[in-house]
């Protein structure tokens, strides 16, 4: 069974830092793009940051631009969110995204998502 596990999340004050992952199971992940998404109380969800196969391409969204950093390990089939001078707007539920994974014999497509990891930023 295809299976991403977020962990990391946490109350923190508005300056400090948290670092995501998301270890992705029952498949290999390595030709999908990996991304982070987060929900806020009565908002979408929304992409965060989305990173290629290969490391080589990644997307943030402005908000988080120069404090966020994705990061993925094929070896491990793990993706991380690295979270820096972190603002209360930041609060959300994160999720960890992919769309696709390959069971040893075939290629499915689709989105498959995390149970979410809370971020909580104080002011």
């Known amino acids: 069974q295809v299976q991403l596990v977020e962990s990391g999340g946490g109350l923190v004050q508005a300056g400090e830092s948290l670092r995501l992952s998301c270890a992705a199971s029952?498949?290999?992940?390595?030709?999908?793009?990996m991304g982070w998404f987060r929900q806020a109380p009565g908002k979408e969800r929304d992409v965060v940051a989305a990173?290629?196969?290969?490391?080589?391409?990644?997307y943030y969204e402005d908000s988080v631009k120069g404090r966020f950093t994705i990061s993925r390990d094929n070896d491990k089939n793990t993706v991380y969110l690295q979270m820096n001078s972190l603002k209360p707007e930041d609060t959300a539920v994160y999720y960890c995204?992919?769309?696709?994974?390959?069971?040893?014999?075939?290629?499915?497509?689709?989105?498959?998502w995390g149970q979410g990891t809370q971020v909580t930023v104080s002011s």
């Open positions: 995204n992919v769309e696709g994974y390959y069971d040893g014999t075939h290629y499915h497509t689709g989105a498959i």
């Open positions: 990173i290629s196969w290969s490391g080589g391409e990644t």
């Open positions: 029952g498949g290999t992940f390595s030709r999908y793009f």
